[in-house]
């Protein structure tokens, strides 16, 4: 019944009761009864009964009071100190004793009565079956509710309250009261990282958020981060492992590698990096890479160029594809030609960063520079060895026609005056063997002047130029059964030299063949086309060529069968060779001897684009 009255009626209640008591004793005294058990009894059971409202502080007070109106009646009527002495130590032992229960059961009674209040607000359910641990506190910081997590998490006795400093890690204190404090200024408190200690002193990293349920109460929420704490440790394991092992990896490289973050900083140099530059790489390691770059870039002898277009790469997150560099020798640095490229990383992780790439291509420019040489003197000397057989064959042109002109005349008007039989058959032997060197010095002539200019190269329309090739060898191809198909593409190239090359073709498909009926078939293969270069084929019935001379016809003056059987001088595919070489094309020849042979040439095609635009 107590404990529903509040402060003010205890105490109305208290003082009334005293208030009869001390009337009482006093009524007594006037008639005259006046024993000292009286006093004690009169004084002494209503400290009691109102000592049972009150608590510590209010019952020593009023022991202290019973004890000054009980003074006059027991030293000055009774005469008696000593009794008044066991008064005061029994009032003050009887109210601070009844005074101290009162108190430990008043407060226990108003931790009940806020946890009931905070049942109210929060479903006991949810609360109880939460994951996270879940702790109502005061502003001190003892737990005067908390859920299943906490007691199974931490296991201290369910019974007992819990304060702070059991459960908070004594490295964190300071920090969870600094937090309580501005839970209750502010209302909320997030993200505090901090550590709990359970019963059996494990360790549980937990993150807390709290909220302020009213002015001396708020509800704390600590997620347990051990799984998560554990998982970070993993995989902090598994990068440490893989970026050594990448690390490991990037120093073998023979490129040199630097690579920056989002946040501009250089993450890692590699040990070629250190011999390009004669640096020490660890110094560029962890500074921002504009800082790096002006730490080697002066290695480079177009420094300024290169900064530039470093500076503007980076601002604008492009990249730079290859660039020349050159590195200046000096002390514990080669001279060396690299090929830099700068390249944003894209991936979603890393993001922002980038990584700068050095390839040594000294020794490759070396060869490079060798190889342009010698092609430079490959193409002088092949201009001069030209010029030099253009020269001759034109200088012995001239005295073979006088051998060639007068042995003629030696056999048409001095045939019967001075030659004998003999004499007959030297000249005529001398007239042919001039005559056929006229052809050998013609044809070779003819191959020195093929020459062709890419520039010059024209659209050629097969079709038209084998039309034009049939009229000319009219004569020739009488008896000859040939077949040309009828779409035969546009190619790129030299018209007059593509016309000669089909002619010699088809002369010797003619020639060498001992069939009733030759018959060619002049084609292309559908298939070849889209490499740019257009197979063409010139296939016969003829003799056929043993394997063995199917390379070695290409070659100047190179004859297989006798002169007598087959006029030639052995120029004709030297001469096919040489045009399709300066259309950078290939000639070879498939053949079965008995069979026939079929010659196949790649000529470039016109290109496809350009050719839908002429034809519209
Ligand atoms: P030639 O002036 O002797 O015809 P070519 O250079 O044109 O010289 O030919 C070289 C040799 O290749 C010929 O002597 C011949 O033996 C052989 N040859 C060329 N074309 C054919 C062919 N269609 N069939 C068989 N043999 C051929």
């Known amino acids: 019944m107590t404990s529903r009255l509040n402060k003010t009626e205890k105490i109305v209640i208290s003082i009334v009761t005293y208030g009869m008591a001390v009337l009482t004793v006093i009524l007594l005294f006037i008639s005259g009864f006046r024993p000292a058990g009286l006093v004690f009894l009169a004084l002494g059971l209503p400290l009691i009964l109102v000592a049972t409202t009150l608590k510590l502080t209010g019952c020593i007070i009023l022991a202290l009071g019973t004890s000054a109106v009980a003074l006059p009646f027991l030293v000055f009527e009774l005469h008696a100190p000593d009794l008044f002495l066991a008064f005061v130590a029994m009032s003050l032992a009887i109210g601070g004793g009844i005074g101290l229960i009162n108190q430990r059961h008043e407060e226990r009674k108003e931790r009940w009565r806020r946890a009931k209040t905070l049942d109210d607000r929060f479903d006991d359910q949810i609360f109880e079956s939460a994951l996270d641990i879940i702790h109502f506190v005061d502003k001190e910081g003892t737990v005067l509710k908390r859920n299943e997590s906490s007691r199974s998490v931490l296991s201290y006795p369910t019974k007992r309250t819990l304060q702070l400093s059991e459960y908070v890690h004594p490295d964190d204190i300071d920090q969870i009261k600094g937090e309580l404090l501005r839970l209750f200024e502010r209302g909320e408190v997030r993200d505090i990282k901090l550590r709990f200690i359970s019963q059996d002193k494990k360790i549980i990293p937990v993150e807390l958020r709290a909220t302020r349920v009213n002015e001396r109460v708020g509800v704390m929420h600590a997620r347990d981060l051990r799984r998560q704490v554990e998982l970070e440790r993993q995989l902090m394991e598994t990068e440490a492992r893989y970026r050594y092992l990448i690390e490991e990896a990037v120093d073998t490289l023979d490129s040199g590698i630097i690579i920056s973050d989002k946040k501009q900083q250089v993450v890692w140099a590699n040990k070629t990096i250190g011999e390009f530059f004669g640096i020490d790489r660890d110094r560029l390691i962890g500074i921002e890479i504009h800082r790096a770059f002006d730490r080697y870039v002066n290695v480079f002898e177009d420094s300024q160029e290169l900064r530039a277009r470093v500076e503007e790469a980076i601002t604008t997150r492009a990249r730079i594809d290859p ?170 190239g030299s018209r007059i030299r593509i016309a000669e090359l089909f002619s010699n073709l088809i002369t010797n498909a003619i020639k060498y063949n001992d069939k009733a009926l030759p018959t060619l078939h002049i084609g292309w293969l559908r298939d070849s086309k889209n490499k740019g270069m257009c197979t063409f084929y010139v296939k016969d019935n003829g003799i056929g060529i043993e394997g063995r001379y199917q390379e070695r016809i290409f070659a100047i003056f190179e004859k297989l069968n006798p002169r007598e059987d087959y006029e030639g001088t052995g120029a004709g595919l030297a001469i096919c060779k040489r045009i399709v070489e300066e259309h950078k094309g290939e000639i070879w020849v498939e053949s079965e001897v008995g069979k026939g042979s079929t010659f196949y040439f790649t000529i470039p095609t016109v290109d496809a684009r350009r050719e839908v635009e002429t034809n519209a």
């Open 323 to 492: 660039y020349t560099c050159h590195v200046r020798p000096s002390m514990g640095r080669e001279e060396r030609v690299l090929e830099y490229r700068s390249i944003p990383i894209e991936t979603e992780r890393y993001k922002g960063g980038r990584i700068e790439h050095y390839i040594d291509i000294t020794k490759i420019k070396q060869l490079e520079e060798g190889l342009l040489e010698k092609t430079r003197n490959l193409e002088k000397s092949n201009e001069k060895l030209e010029q030099f057989s253009h020269v001759v064959s034109h200088d012995l042109k001239e005295p073979l026609r006088t051998v060639e002109a007068f042995s003629g005349y030696l056999l048409e008007d001095y045939r019967d005056k001075v030659l004998d039989e003999e004499g007959i058959d030297m000249v005529t032997r001398m007239h042919r063997a001039s005559g056929r060197m006229r052809e050998l010095i013609d044809d070779l002539l003819n191959l020195s002047s093929i020459r062709m200019d890419r520039a010059s190269f024209e659209r050629v329309n097969v079709q038209k130029v084998l039309e034009e090739v049939k009229d000319d060898l009219e004569m020739r191809l009488r008896g000859v059964n040939l077949q040309i198909d009828e779409d035969m593409p546009t190619v790129k």
